[in-house]
T-cell receptor
């Protein structure tokens, strides 16, 4: 069966520090991979998605970047965090969007 | 403005009551999904509806896609505390595009 792992679960980082969140998927190949940010009352905002290794599409211009160095690995990064980067970050995967998105358990990021 | 609106934003009911939550848009969707999210976890898919007027049932949950494919509803019969969570709808504007999520309805079912 397929599983998705996302870590860390919580993270407190100072303003201006770098960020690296990692997501891996097991039990499937060539998945579509996604990074979302969830703010209270605004649902899920798609940040990046990838349909293959090295292929990254950005949905919203921001202080963040994403990379897909391996087929089942998706990384969300920042060189210098801003206070506004605080939020709940979710990684997700699917093969066919109509079969739904399978989400990781999320990372609660607090920038102080 | 959000592409998908959900109402009510919050709902608190007693165990055993029935409830309906709504997902609305001025746009037409190729398909629509409903998810439930518990605190500190990622959303979990409940259902996908594709055809206008389609009704799907999942135990005590009934999902309906509007005839014009612009809206959807989720009805829960005899709610239980285990139904507590954030209910999110997500719409597919055009086939193959990424789904857009609504802001959610936060449901609390009190024992």
């Amino acid at each position: 069966s397929q599983t998705i792992h996302q870590w860390p679960a919580t993270l407190v980082q100072p303003v201006g520090s770098p960020l690296s969140l990692e997501c891996t998927v097991e039990g499937t190949s060539n998945p579509n991979l996604y990074w979302y940010r969830q703010a209270a009352g605004r649902g899920l905002q798609l940040l990046f998605y990838s349909v293959g290794i090295g292929q990254i599409s950005s949905e919203v211009p921001q202080n963040l970047s994403a990379s897909r160095p391996q087929d089942r690995q998706f990384i969300l990064s920042s060189k210098k965090l801003l206070l506004s980067d605080s939020g709940f970050y979710l990684c997700a995967w699917n093969r066919d969007r109509r079969n739904g998105y399978t989400f990781g358990s999320g990372t609660r990021l607090t920038v102080v | 403005t959000q592409l998908l609106e959900q109402s009510p934003q919050f709902l608190s009911i007693q165990e055993g009551e029935n409830l309906t939550v709504y997902c609305n848009s001025s746009s037409v969707f190729s398909s629509l999904q409903w998810y439930r999210q518990e605190p500190g976890e990622g959303p979990v898919l409940l259902v996908t509806v594709v055809t206008g007027g389609e009704v799907k049932k999942l135990k005590r949950l009934t999902f309906q896609f509007g005839d014009a494919r612009k809206d959807s509803s989720l009805h829960i019969t005899a709610a239980q505390p285990g139904d507590t969570g954030l209910y999110l709808c997500a719409g597919e504007r055009n086939y193959g595009q990424n789904f857009v999520f609504g802001p959610g309805t936060r449901l609390s079912v009190l024992p």
